[in-house]
């Protein structure tokens, strides 16, 4: 009973505190609403995203593993198992069998297509165990066209785990947005509400009585617009989906985590600005009746007599209050920046989904090798041929470290903070490099695809002369322009070192045993006749030699034992196998072994999931907050100014001249607050492709390099709603001044 009088008392307080002040709490009505919206789009997004994953997988696989292109005498040891007998022993299921005959020889080879019996991952492991000793006994020489693969079914729960992972992310981002704006929005009301503030704290109120106050306040605000914002994210959510073709769920417990989220919200977002207020005295909230708690320190007095009026008046003012109108001028800017950053951010999601990723991979057993690119050559226009190949990209590649090489490069051409060893007074070098050979195959094929500066085609029309990437990581590295030179060292003789030295260490040590004597290497200067600007990197600098630089350089030719092969994304599942088919055949000629990978499937679900729509969307409410904060704080601000400007009519101005003030404070928080956005957005924009180029995408499986790219269209919406909000918030709070004044004056009886 007490608990319930508790709560009654209250919630029917904060109840009446809220709809007495409405006018007040309006904005927060609207960003609870939105923050809401954010939620419920975030967990119905996040839910679909992980079953879309599982059906498209499921769709695609009905089983777990493959066992591809077994020999006769592989099939009928796995048709004998004798595991199968017995019950307690069985562990997978049989789909079907699918059998071809080679091209060439006519031998037939068969696929086993299998699916686990319970947890997917002990009975892959009990597998290995029994099957694969005799499996690998029974190969063709060298393994043949035999292969195991397991396929997305098996990992689907992982797949999932990570779709979840990237959910919760993107709930704690969208929680910290929350925050922020709530945040914003109560230290605002804070801060021009501190003398009611400091009448309670005179009369014994404490941080945990305003505490409690504020939070069911902002409870109330938050449980009277819940519906509504249920019914919008579900709205958004299914139009998302169904305009795409896709199917839509809503998860059932969206209700309870968007109520759940806007309450901690709203805790969240009270403490701090009430905290704050409760450590100053009672005398200096009671104080801030007035804007004088908003004067910048030193509080300097200024001659007016020979000051123009308004305009000179209110640059002085302007003057006064710099400090309060550069908070809120950055302040507001961080949501254009939001906007802004997440448009960025949704051109790197699309270019992710968009990324060339190989569907299929050849490699080459015995003695053949890839003969694309080279004299005489017809691999290349052969696989071309295929429907649905759109591109082959070969790499022949050897590291520094590998070779115990390193290179060597002027001062002037490292970066500041790059890791390199001195190599001489004007000379630094790093081992922690990649000797590819190039031919014009692997520059239209694959080089193509990045921004190049210089002629790359030098490389094989002049001796000596490279292409490099000068990246690890995806931060440049050197600083090179073509015309640069470079040198290669070639290891002449010296011992084998110990297995733990690498990197820079193993290099000192190398370049000390050569000043003994003991290390002998040859250099030989290149010059950089093109420079890759966003080629992906990691660990190594890149460096792409001719096929006769390379081989002069490593002491073999370029063999290409193995190719990837671009497929058209738009390619159906069906006419994927057939085209796996037809490489299958192929390989029989060639001696190849086809493997395929899961990018277009991966494509297709990215796809379907619609997250560039969802980051729109929510980037798009976040750009409706602006209004809502300029005008939020500039109509208190300038209520507060009221008495001042009822001083100034009294003392002989009229009512022109107050609106050429307030005109005046518009066109200056448009100039200032313009020029503040910008340079917010800008470099917010430049921290989310800092933070998505060099920290997340290099640990990808797939690294994708993007290029810092302002997205203007962006910028200029931000920066326009802004400018326009800043002007108007200082022009409105007039009329409503004049408006008030006009009712006063109707309402005062006349002199008899």
């Not at 041929?385 to 590649?397: D, L, R, S, W, Y």
């Amino acid at each position: 009973m007490e608990l319930a009088e508790f709560l009654n008392k209250r919630i029917k307080h904060a109840v009446k505190s809220v709809f007495f002040n409405r006018a007040q709490y309006f904005c927060f009505f609207v960003a609870m609403f939105v923050v809401e919206i954010f939620c419920g789009l975030v967990v119905i997004a996040s839910y679909n995203s992980a079953r879309l994953e599982y059906k498209y997988v499921t769709e695609r696989y009905s089983h777990h593993l493959e066992l591809r292109n077994m020999n006769e005498d592989q099939y009928y040891y796995m048709e004998n198992d004798i595991y199968t007998v017995f019950a307690n022993q069985h562990i997978y299921d049989k789909l079907k069998v699918e059998s071809r005959a080679d091209a060439v020889t006519g031998e037939k080879y068969y696929t086993y297509y299998i699916k686990f019996v319970g947890d997917p991952d002990e009975s892959y492991h009990t597998f290995i165990n029994r099957y694969m000793r005799e499996l690998n006994n029974l190969a063709d020489e060298n393994g043949g066209k035999y292969d195991m693969v397991l396929t997305p079914l098996f990992d689907v729960n992982d797949r999932i785990a990570i779709n979840n992972a990237f959910g919760v992310l993107a709930f704690l981002l969208v929680a910290a947005l929350s925050v922020a704006l709530i945040m914003t929005l109560y230290n605002i009301r804070i801060n021009h509400y501190r003398f009611e503030y400091g009448i309670y704290m005179a009369f014994g109120a404490d941080f945990r009585r305003l505490m409690s106050v504020c939070v069911w306040e902002m409870l109330v605000v938050s449980v009277v617009v819940y519906l509504p914002s249920l019914i919008c994210s579900w709205l958004i959510s299914f139009a998302v989906y169904k305009l795409a073709g896709q199917s839509y769920e809503y998860y059932p417990w969206t209700p309870i985590i968007v109520l759940a989220f806007a309450l901690v919200v709203a805790l969240l977002s009270v403490a701090t600005p009430v905290w704050r207020l409760s450590r100053r005295t009672p005398r200096a909230n009671i104080l801030a009746e007035d804007n004088s708690n908003l004067v910048a320190s030193p509080r300097i007095s200024f001659e007016m007599l020979t000051k123009t009026y308004p305009r000179g008046y209110e640059l002085i003012t302007g003057w006064r209050f710099r400090k309060y109108l550069l908070k809120l001028f950055a302040t507001v800017s961080l949501f254009a920046a939001a906007f802004t950053s997440l448009i960025y951010a949704t051109g790197l999601v699309m270019g992710v989904n968009d990324c060339l990723k190989n569907q299929f991979y050849l490699n080459f057993y015995d003695d053949i090798t890839y003969d694309g690119g080279t004299e005489g050559g017809f691999m290349h226009e052969e696989l071309m041929e295929f429907p649905g190949v759109t591109g082959i990209v070969k790499a022949a590649n050897v590291t520094a470290m590998q070779m115990s090489s390193h290179i060597v490069f002027s001062n002037k051409n490292v970066k500041f903070g790059v890791p390199t060893v001195y190599f001489s007074d004007t000379e630094r070098a790093t081992n922690r490099a990649s000797y590819n050979a190039c031919d014009s195959e692997v520059i239209e094929s694959y080089l193509s695809q990045y921004e190049i500066e210089g002629d790359p085609y030098s490389a094989l029309k002049n001796e000596r002369t490279v292409i490099v990437s000068p990246s690890q990581w995806n931060f440049t590295a050197l600083n090179l322009k073509p015309g640069d030179k470079i040198k290669v060292a070639k290891k002449i003789y010296g011992p084998a070192l110990q297995l733990q030295l690498t990197g820079h260490k193993l290099l000192m040590t190398q370049l000390d045993m050569a000043k003994a004597n003991v290390y002998k290497f040859e250099y030989t200067e290149y010059t950089v006749g093109a420079v890759v600007k966003n080629l992906p990197s990691s660990y190594n600098i890149e460096i792409f030699f001719s096929p006769e630089d390379y081989a002069e350089l490593t002491g073999t030719e370029a063999v290409y034992k193995s190719i990837g092969i671009y497929a058209d994304p738009n390619l159906s599942y069906e006419e994927i196998d057939a085209l796996r088919d037809e490489l299958d055949r192929w390989g029989d000629y060639y001696l190849a072994r086809v493997s395929s990978s899961t990018a277009i499937l991966d494509r297709n679900i990215a796809i379907a999931k619609r997250v560039p729509t969802f980051i729109i969307a929510i980037a798009v409410l976040l750009l409706a907050m602006t209004p809502l904060v300029w005008f939020f704080a500039q109509i208190l601000f300038m209520f507060k100014r009221e008495g001042e400007f009822t001083v100034l009519l009294a003392l002989g101005a009229i009512m022109d001249e107050i609106k050429k003030q307030c005109v005046y404070d518009g066109i200056l928080a448009a100039a200032v607050g313009g020029a503040v956005n910008f340079i917010v957005t800008v470099s917010a924009n430049y921290l989310t492709y800092f933070l998505a180029n060099h920290l997340l995408f290099p640990f990808m499986a797939n690294r994708l390099r993007v290029l810092f790219v302002v997205p203007w269209a962006a910028v200029a919406a931000g920066g326009a709603i802004s400018i326009l909000c800043a002007f108007f918030s200082c022009v409105v709070p007039f009329y409503l001044f004049k408006r008030r004044v006009q009712l006063i004056s109707v309402s005062e009886p006349e002199d008899i």
